[in-house]
């Protein structure tokens, strides 16, 4: 799974489990609360879309990347070119070539950002292939959870400090089931 989409599922199971407990600790009923565990690795693992999604998202990064690489290998160049000629050029030759060889390295870096920052090419198309594949798995969980009455349901794929979790209460293959998934 893609270190980033790792993150923001974690991040999101974190954020509903805070939630959840938070909600929960002042209730009268916490301790009758009933508990769910999913394996979102597993999980995405079994759904090709996802497999579909992770593998154009990573060949449109290999592209941009390589775009990226070509004009900082431009840049370098021009930088080698400037060092052997620098002796022989006038001033002005010198300025000249200081400033493309600048303007090289600020196309680099401005397309770098464009691609892979925060708010980049990247980040928006992982949202739009892999939203609505989240979007899915969630209402699945949501629906299973409302049906057989859970109030917290946890991913043991995650980091959340799930030492020991009972495989009768692991709804990973009854959620891709219900998004039409066999295992």
């Known amino acids: 799974m893609n270190v980033v989409t790792k993150n923001m599922v974690r991040r999101l199971m974190t954020l509903a489990l805070l939630m959840i407990l938070h909600s929960s600790l002042f209730t009268p009923h916490t301790m009758a609360q009933k508990f769910a565990l999913v394996d979102m690795e597993y999980i995405l693992k079994n759904i090709p879309a996802y497999e579909r999604a992770n ?25 080698k070119n400037y ?3 620098v002796v022989f050029l006038s001033k002005e030759q010198k300025k000249e070539k200081q400033d493309a060889i600048v303007e090289k390295e600020k196309q680099a870096a401005d397309l770098k950002k464009k691609y892979f920052g925060p708010e980049g090419e990247l980040f928006k198309k992982r ?19 409302d049906t057989r009455g859970y109030q917290l349901v946890l991913d043991r794929a995650s980091d959340t400090g799930i030492i020991f979790g009972s495989p009768k209460i692991d709804i990973s293959s009854e959620v891709l089931s219900k998004l039409g998934y066999s295992n």
């Open 55 to 79: 593998e154009q998202l990573n060949q449109t990064s290999k592209q941009w990347q390589a775009e990226v690489d070509a004009l900082t290998t431009e840049a370098q160049t021009l930088y």
């Open 127 to 145: 949202n739009a292939l892999m939203s609505p594949i989240q979007d899915e798995i969630y209402n699945a969980i949501k629906d299973i959870a």
């Open 83 to 85: 060092q052997n000629e």
